[in-house]
């Protein structure tokens, strides 16, 4: 049962540098999310998606990008990484019954921006 | 969204029972109240949920008294493993609702032997 894999799990950048982080779920969920959390802090919404081709802006989307071409993935893009978005970056997928939403995480991806 | 405020963070001993209480007093009619375990270095996990009363599971209990303006966790016999941050959240769960799924600070639960 791999639930959610996220891909990588660690990466370090240069400012200025692009990349694009995986998330994958294969529990056929509609609802996916990407989280930041910074050291002694909670997880922050980035970006959420409820459906496959949608996408929706969280707390703190600035500086990010997604896409939800397929059900199964979320992509979470940096296009020019900065120092500030040093963080480990959570994604998780839920469902969407009336009944229970509980949403599960993957085992996060650390990155550090220098 | 309701807001919700929490302890920042709990003492307890091996062996006692811990109650985290949650605050949420703008909760809304079609909300549900979810509570969430994160260890360090994990992604949170989903402990229990619920609307109205208390619900109970094998993991721990939920208090949500009347008015529903605030919940209660509450952990039985803690071990050193329930060392962990405890995040509560609230939401409207149906079908069709904005999808959003926000965190706050959580509290921090640290058990002693």
């Known amino acids: 049962n791999a639930g959610v894999t996220q891909t990588p799990k660690f990466r370090v950048l240069k400012t200025g540098q692009s990349m694009t982080l995986l998330c994958a779920q294969d529990?056929?969920?509609?609802?996916m999310y990407w989280y930041r959390q910074d050291p002694g802090m909670g997880l922050r919404l980035i970006h959420y998606?409820?459906?496959?081709?949608?996408?929706a802006k969280g707390e703190v989307p600035d500086g990010y990008n997604v896409s939800r071409l397929k059900k199964q993935n979320f992509l979470l893009g940096l296009e020019s990484a900065a120092p500030s978005q040093t963080s480990v970056y959570f994604c998780?997928?839920?469902?969407?019954?009336?009944?229970?939403?509980?949403?599960?995480f993957g085992q996060g991806t650390r990155l550090t921006v220098v | 969204l309701a807001k919700t405020t929490q302890p920042i963070s709990m003492d307890s001993y091996e062996g006692q029972e811990v109650n985290i209480t949650c605050s949420h007093n703008?909760?809304?009619?079609?909300?549900?109240i979810t509570w969430y375990q994160q260890f360090p270095s994990q992604g949170p996990r989903f402990i229990i949920q619920g609307y109205k009363t208390k619900v109970t599971n094998e993991v721990a209990s939920l208090f949500i008294p009347a008015d529903r303006k605030s919940s209660t966790l509450s952990l039985p016999r803690v071990s050193l493993s329930d060392t962990a941050v405890y995040y509560c959240?609230?939401?409207?769960?149906?079908?069709?609702?904005?999808?959003?799924?926000?965190f706050g600070q959580g509290t921090t639960l640290q058990v002693k032997p």
């Open positions: 998606s409820v459906g496959e081709g949608t996408t």
């Open positions: 959240l609230v939401g409207d769960i149906a079908v069709g609702n904005t999808g959003k799924l926000i």
């Open positions: 529990m056929n969920h509609e609802y």
């Open positions: 703008n909760i809304a009619t079609n909300d549900y």
């Open positions: 998780a997928s839920s469902y969407t019954g009336a009944q229970n939403t509980e949403a599960f």
